[in-house]
């Protein structure tokens, strides 16, 4: 066998094509920053794309008629530093602006929608269930008239009352 360039028969009308062209180009979709009019789409493209490159790439390629192309040089950003504080220049790229044909519009998919928070019937109930537990926890008992707990307690240890024997000095007293 030999190792070398392979070479395709001669296509001929009515025979299948071997071979399909895609180019070396790219073109992505983005959110435009600013608002646009509905009929303008703004790309991402590959530096060496012209502007004609871009009108029959979507023409030939996505069959959407373009009325006109406008495109500009972003330059890439200048302010990054490394591991060396040597500043690093992002690479620049081409912005198209593709004014769609009359009558045609274009409009920014919204990829994820926020969804609709319909709470269950029975997870309100079982909320507000814990919730007036957890209350009763942290209320109050009307008697103490506001004594601390480590008063009314023998077995705590953080009583600031508590004498050497281990029983609180307020318990003794008379009241």
């Not at 001669?10 to 895609?22: C, T, V, W």
């Amino acid at each position: 066998m030999a190792t070398g360039r392979v070479v395709y028969p001669l296509y001929q009308l009515g025979n299948p094509q071997l071979r399909i062209f895609r180019t070396n180009f790219f073109m992505t979709l983005v959110r435009p920053g600013v608002p646009q009019p509905e009929d303008v789409v703004q790309f991402r493209v590959s530096m060496e794309m012209t502007r004609v490159d871009i009108k029959n790439y979507l023409e030939k390629i996505y069959n959407v008629p373009v009325a006109a192309v406008r495109t500009r040089i972003q330059f890439g950003s200048n302010k990054k530093r490394n591991h060396k504080n040597q500043k690093v220049k992002c690479p620049d790229y081409k912005v198209a602006y593709v004014q769609l044909d009359q009558g045609q519009t274009f409009q920014f998919p919204n990829l994820f929608p926020e969804k609709e928070q319909t709470p269950e019937s029975g997870s309100i109930d079982i909320q507000n269930k814990y919730l007036e537990e957890e209350r009763q926890k942290y209320q109050v008992d009307p008697r103490r008239g506001g004594v601390p707990d480590c008063f009314l307690c023998k077995t705590t240890t953080k009583c600031p009352q508590i004498n050497k024997k281990g029983s609180c000095s307020q318990e003794s007293a008379p009241g």
